[in-house]
């Protein structure tokens, strides 16, 4: 921003502008350089390329702070592409108010951009923890606040983009102070600066901060970076353009800052463990963060039923998975099946159904997450509870993508494909309840094989289920749909994540049986074994109740236009 009173001479030639002195000569020390507005500790060179460091450095803090509040919304709050959206429009909405504020503080542009960094360190550092913490302890309150935790995630990227906004118009009044240059010189230089950070940033949330230091560590210790080199940069740098009282107070608020942020760095894995027990009871006996999400295992000894939660949201209940389980395989084990192939069910409990059927030849399971499979193998309680299944020998063990696995598989392979994956309304699974997905699904089936497909709660969420048997037949499957009744609240209740969310009671599974050349019926084998929860007058029962619940005329769902909610 060029000072209305020192207008920009033409790119390239010489500025005379030194302040109400005149031009500043240099220093018999040779610190400074003519043409400097004010006095440098460093020469004019070091100086810019010392401001453009910072920009650096801080353009990378702010998108991690950035990329963690969409983490945070979609691991709080369902990964939906909603709350990414609104994360991502509120803070570029406030980055353009923070740089319109910004204008008022160029007169101090020092003082005003040390304040900035060291409330942006503070307000983008803690954010995690006090997110993680508003929704752990408070996130099932219901009542005025049902909607507060989305609120603060919304209040907190609102407040980050004003303070990231403010940045570039002081930092641009400051490189201009060393050395006046014309305008779109100096844009050019900042904007290299701060998009070359961003990189550096992005890359650095994804593959450095999170699998090394978790979400928590690493948003603290990229606040304590931020505050560091925002301080140094005003207080080094620029201290003599701040009165003796500015540049206490702002050594003062960095102190602070700083020490609050280390201080939450030691105790953030007690606050972890307090907050775990907070939103899971005090039973939890494994919490691990895999390559893929974090994975969660309650009770399974002194007769506690064991539940295991993926990203915070119950998928396992041992109080009732044999129900969802035999629902699940047995009605599409009835004919041949001597080749099956599990898509997901890492957990090892469908494998275990499937294995109970006389004549099975071989097991594929397609698991994404290989974490998963070693706590099902080694676990205890959860190898326990699945009969130790992947370890039969005629089961394989596959970690990869389901979608991308499907793409090479042997066509006319297996007799039964049991899709055991979580709701469709969890964004990163809506591929793998796509059309497309139904197309490679139908290309493995050999003839007159069934594909089965868990398809969450039918009462509650009825749109999302007849959504999904419509994507199963423009695939050109023939599908007929039944529902069973579960008696345990939450499990594979959908995508939200909130306490609320697992509290409330989906009491009902829905699935879809699907065949290439006909249409199927849900039945047992009669040769296979007998089901503990399960008969045939009951699946033809939950075949009428889910038909009850259809919702006509819906449209499939695509990998380019997904239909399913969040």
């Known amino acids: 921003m060029i000072d209305p009173q020192a207008p920009a001479a033409p790119a390239g030639s010489p500025q005379p502008w030194g302040g109400p002195d005149g031009p500043r000569r240099e220093g018999a020390d040779g610190a400074g350089d003519a043409g400097s507005a004010i006095p440098l500790p460093v020469r004019q060179g070091t100086g810019r390329w010392l401001v453009l460091a910072g920009v650096f450095v801080c353009a990378a803090c702010g998108l991690v702070y950035e990329l963690e509040l969409v983490a945070l919304a979609a691991y709080l709050m369902g990964d939906s592409v909603a709350q990414t959206s609104v994360v991502l429009s509120v803070m570029v909405f406030a980055m353009g108010i923070g740089s319109l504020a910004a204008k008022r503080l160029r007169r101090h542009a020092a003082a005003g951009f040390g304040a900035v960094e060291a409330a942006l360190a503070l ?6 923890m006090a997110l993680y913490a508003v929704f752990a302890w408070t996130g099932d309150w219901g009542g005025v606040w049902a909607s507060g935790p989305r609120c603060l995630v919304v209040a907190f990227s609102l407040a980050t983009g004003l303070l990231i906004g403010a940045e570039v118009p002081l930092l641009m009044e400051l490189i201009q102070r060393i050395r006046r240059q014309d305008a779109g010189g100096a844009v050019a230089d900042l904007s290299a600066a701060d998009y070359v950070g961003a990189l550096v940033g992005g890359l650095a949330f994804p593959f450095l901060l999170l699998p090394v230091l978790g979400q928590l560590t690493g948003a603290l210790i990229t606040g304590s970076v931020n505050a560091v080199v925002g301080g140094a940069l005003v207080l080094g740098l620029f201290r003599h353009d701040l009165t003796r009282r500015a540049r206490r107070l702002l050594l003062t608020a960095n102190v602070c800052v700083l020490a609050l942020l280390a201080s939450a760095a030691v105790l ?10 907070a939103l899971y009871g005090a039973d939890v006996r494994v919490a691990v963060h895999t390559d893929v999400q974090e994975v969660l295992l ?14 915070g949201r119950l998928r396992v209940s041992g109080r009732d998975e044999l129900r969802y389980h035999e629902a699940l395989v047995h009605p599409a084990m009835s004919g041949r099946h001597a080749r099956v192939l599990v898509l997901g069910g890492g957990d090892g409990l469908a494998v275990r159904e499937v294995l109970r059927h006389p004549g099975v030849r071989r097991v594929d399971v397609v698991e994404l997450d290989a974490g998963v499979v070693r706590l099902a193998r080694h676990d205890p309680a959860l190898s326990r509870l699945n009969a130790h299944s992947l370890d039969d020998p005629r ?40 059309q497309e997905f139904y197309g490679l ?7 007159g094989g069934r594909l089965v497909v868990h398809g969450g709660a039918v009462a509650s969420r009825p749109r999302d289920f007849w959504t999904l048997d419509a994507t199963l037949c423009a695939s050109g499957l023939r599908t007929t749909a039944y529902r069973v009744r579960g008696r345990q609240a939450g499990f594979a209740a959908g995508p939200g994540r909130r306490p609320a969310d697992t509290a409330r009671a989906h009491r009902d599974w829905g699935f879809v049986l699907a065949a290439d050349r006909h249409t199927p019926r849900p039945r047992l084998d009669p040769a296979g074994p007998r089901p503990r929860t399960l008969t045939d007058a009951s699946l033809a029962a939950g075949v009428r109740a889910a038909e009850r619940t259809r919702v006509p005329g819906l449209p499939p769902s695509t990998l380019v236009h997904p239909r399913y909610g969040d």
């Open 123 to 128: 307000v983008g550092g803690g954010s995690a």
């Open 268 to 277: 953030v894995d007690d606050f972890e463990r307090a907050a775990r027990h």
């Open 298 to 311: 309650t009770g399974g000894r002194d007769g506690r039923p064991l539940n295991l939660f993926l990203d």
């Open 395 to 434: 089961v394989h063990v596959v970690t990869a993508d389901a979608f991308d696995w499907l793409r090479t598989a042997p066509a006319a392979a297996y007799d039964v494909v049991v899709s055991d994956l979580p709701h469709p309304g969890i964004t990163a699974s809506t591929k793998l309840y796509a």
């Open 441 to 447: 699904a139908r290309q493995a089936l050999a003839p």
